[in-house]
């Protein structure tokens, strides 16, 4: 970054990155790994950090400003940090870009699913979404049922929060094996 890089930051570029800890910090809870059957893998990690972080991110979007640039925020943290943990795995620096590209666009992809089965309150067709997405079509039954479960009790959580305590980077998620309690 040059002498003037920071210039270009965005002002919400700590808040997202909070937001965005904070949508990993969920993700990690181990029910969704040892209760669930989520595969504890880079993609099963990638697909519960995405869905908490769609989560933020749809919650945001719905605020007015500085709601939907907090949701930019959160969603660039997500992806400069995907782009710095592929350097430390190893990835070389020519085949960073086409993989955070293909993280990109399936996150992209998953959220639209996600929402359009959250928009028409159809919580079968959010199931079917999770189970294809974060089992990569192996057959999860209960287990995608009770997720999807999950993300709408969030998502009803996350609807309480209000503008000013997102803005500050505070964000709550219920522990998920009590979010459907």
Do not use: C
Request: zero cysteines.
């Amino acid at each position: 970054m040059g002498f003037l890089g920071f210039l270009r930051r965005s002002r919400h570029e700590r808040t997202g990155y909070e937001l965005y800890g904070a949508a990993v910090a969920a993700a990690r809870d181990p029910y969704f790994y040892t209760g669930l059957g989520v595969p504890d893998t880079l993609d099963g990690r990638f697909d519960l950090v995405g869905l908490h972080a769609f989560l933020v991110i749809r919650r945001l979007q719905g605020l007015p400003e500085p709601g939907p640039a907090l949701a930019q925020a959160l969603f660039d943290a997500m992806f400069n940090d995907m782009d710095v943990n592929l350097r430390e795995m190893g990835v070389g620096d020519l085949a960073v870009g086409k993989k955070v590209r293909a993280m990109w666009e399936a996150f992209h992809g998953r959220a639209a699913a996600y929402q359009a089965a959250m928009k028409a309150g159809d919580s079968g067709a959010l199931a079917a979404a999770l189970e294809r997405n974060v089992w990569r079509g192996t057959p999860a039954g209960a287990a995608a049922a009770e997720l999807a479960r999950i993300a709408l009790a969030q998502d009803t959580h996350l609807a309480r929060q209000d503008l000013a305590t997102l803005a500050r980077g505070a964000v709550a998620f219920l522990p998920a094996a009590r979010a459907v309690a």
